[in-house]
């Protein structure tokens, strides 16, 4: 996975990582399979806000912490603690991978020459943290979303907040049947629930579906338009609560404003679908901006949209990530980073797009991020 196999006509370029300012690449020697881990480390790293915080994260006194919560505690304690400590080394490492990656990524040109920053440790802690599992071994290759929401997890469960700040989508969902009555003589809720989540999930199959759907009525095939559509399912009135039984559809709706930053995971059926299908859901999904609120069907709230700030995407078992990088120019910033090899990407999204299709790379990350949070 060092390199994009041959059948696939992406092609990243040839300029090393000194060759860009603001970014590095990551090393990927045979048979480290490290691929799918540097993207999303390079991904993170490239969204301002969350480097900040990572880095702000005060090592010594967490570990302190952690330590000491585990001392004399009652079984069930010692097994949270335990948790919460595998949880702190995994984000331990995560944050000395980026203390590495800050300092080449800005040192000068002259003192980058010769390599690249390794993510050993982190590969390291990963494995550790899921021993006696098949997942994030070492030398194996892994999907770098599930890699992303374990990092997710594992900020949460370390009590670092800021994930949630972040990435932190707060839903409520209910499913509303004007057959039932409930207090009031009010249509019965049933089936309600809040949480929150760091990915929002989407089907690649749905939207190219919905598309179609959106196209026949003659509605325009705005993403927001088909998030919407996408994200309906269906649960049975409570018969708990008195309801019929009957199946009726999930409505979901945002609590409170909308996180700074969206994670959308695109799954696809195949990991080798073909061209044309690629192509539709690159048109589909892979755009410049999107309004959250809408997404969730909250209109005219005058909340600015979200950027278009990373891609990850895959060909086969290679993962490459599409950062925008504020100090590589003027012309949207954005930069391919495969591994070690850092290059332009002076088209910004038009010429991403193109790149996706023409190399038949399955957009599986998208990140957005509202403009000059912090």
Avoid at 80 to 97: P, W
Avoid at 327 to 339: C, E, F, H, P, Q
Wanted: charged share 20%; aromatic share 6%; glycine share 8%.
């Amino acid at each position: 996975a060092g390199a994009v196999a041959s059948s696939s006509s992406f092609d990243a370029g040839s300029s090393p990582s000194p060759a860009v300012r603001g970014t590095t690449g990551l090393a990927n020697a045979t048979g480290e399979y490290n691929c799918f881990l540097n993207v999303v480390v390079q991904s993170l790293w490239h969204l301002p806000p969350f480097r900040q915080q990572l880095l702000a994260i005060d090592a010594a006194s967490d570990a302190s912490a952690l330590a000491a919560s585990g001392a004399d505690a009652e079984p069930g304690a010692a097994k949270s603690a335990e948790k919460r400590r595998k949880a702190s080394r995994l984000v331990s490492a995560l944050r000395s991978t980026f203390v590495e990656y800050d300092a080449a990524a800005n040192a000068p040109s002259s003192d980058r020459l010769g390599g690249a920053v390794s993510p050993s440790a982190l590969r390291v802690a990963l494995a550790e943290v899921f021993a006696g599992s098949a997942l994030f071994q070492e030398s194996q290759m892994n999907d770098a979303s599930e890699v992303l929401l374990e990092l997710f997890d594992a900020l949460h469960t370390a009590g670092h907040s800021f994930v949630n700040a972040l990435f932190g989508l707060r839903l409520q969902e209910f499913v509303r049947c004007k057959k039932c009555k409930g207090a009031g003589g009010k249509d019965l809720l049933s089936q309600q629930h809040e949480y929150v989540k760091h990915m929002h999930l989407v089907p690649a199959t749905g939207l190219r579906r919905h598309a179609v759907e959106l196209r026949k009525r003659g509605e325009s095939s705005c993403l927001e338009k088909m998030l919407r559509c996408v994200d309906k399912d269906q649960k049975p009135c409570d018969t708990d609560r008195s309801g019929c039984g009957r199946l009726k559809s999930v409505t979901r709706s945002l609590v409170g404003a909308a996180p700074d930053a969206l994670c959308m995971v695109l799954a696809w059926e195949s990991p080798r679908a073909p061209k044309e299908e690629i192509a539709q859901v690159v048109r589909l999904a892979v755009t410049e901006q999107l309004d959250v609120n809408k997404v969730f069907g909250v209109f005219g709230s005058g909340a600015a949209p979200r950027q278009l700030r990373g891609v990850i995407a895959y060909y086969g078992e290679h993962w490459v990530a599409f950062v925008r990088n504020a100090a590589s120019g003027d012309d949207g910033g954005w930069v391919t980073l495969d591994d070690v090899t850092v290059s332009l990407l002076p088209g910004g999204v038009p010429e991403l797009q193109h790149k996706l299709v023409e190399g038949r790379l399955q957009p599986a990350v998208l990140l957005y991020l509202r403009e000059g949070a912090q």
